[in-house]
Nanobody
Framework: VPVVESGGDLVQAGGSLRLSCIVS????????MGWFRQAPGKGREGVSC????????LYGDSVKGRFTISRDDARNTLYLQMNSLKPEDTAKYYC????????????????????WGQGTQVTVSP
């Protein structure tokens, strides 16, 4: 399942970015979708999740109130609006279909049908 993330960039602290992710090869609207990130030397962590039909939206504690997840099922596209960026948000960001948003982003697991894309790099300078 091809996944293409985009929108990453180098920004100063306090700035904003909007990430996009186009997914093909599956019926996008039927799946819960998640954003993950991986900083250098660290494991991949869940950032945000949105249920099919946008019925559920979850955020990690570190991004709550600053990031907003959304989806456009007609365009097979997932978004992540990131505001008030901090240096600790620096990471490569990935999107993927997940098994279930569940009740916390820490419990997100990639759906068996999904693949990882190349990711998009977000770098926030102090």
């Amino acid at each position: 399942v091809p996944v293409v993330e985009s929108g990453g960039d180098l920004v100063q602290a306090g700035g904003s970015l909007r990430l996009s992710c186009i997914v093909s090869g599956l019926k996008f609207g039927d799946y819960d979708m998640g954003w993950f990130r991986q900083a250098p030397g660290k494991g991949r962590e869940g950032v945000s999740c949105i249920g099919f039909g946008s019925t559920v939206k979850l955020y990690g504690d570190s991004v709550k109130g600053r990031f907003t997840i959304s989806r456009d099922d007609a365009r097979n596209t997932l978004y992540l609006q990131m505001n008030s960026l901090k240096p600790e948000d620096t990471a490569k960001y990935y999107c993927t279909a997940v098994q279930d948003c569940g009740d916390a982003v820490t419990n997100m697991r990639q759906h068996w049908i999904a693949d990882w894309g190349q990711g998009t790099q977000v770098t926030v300078s102090p």
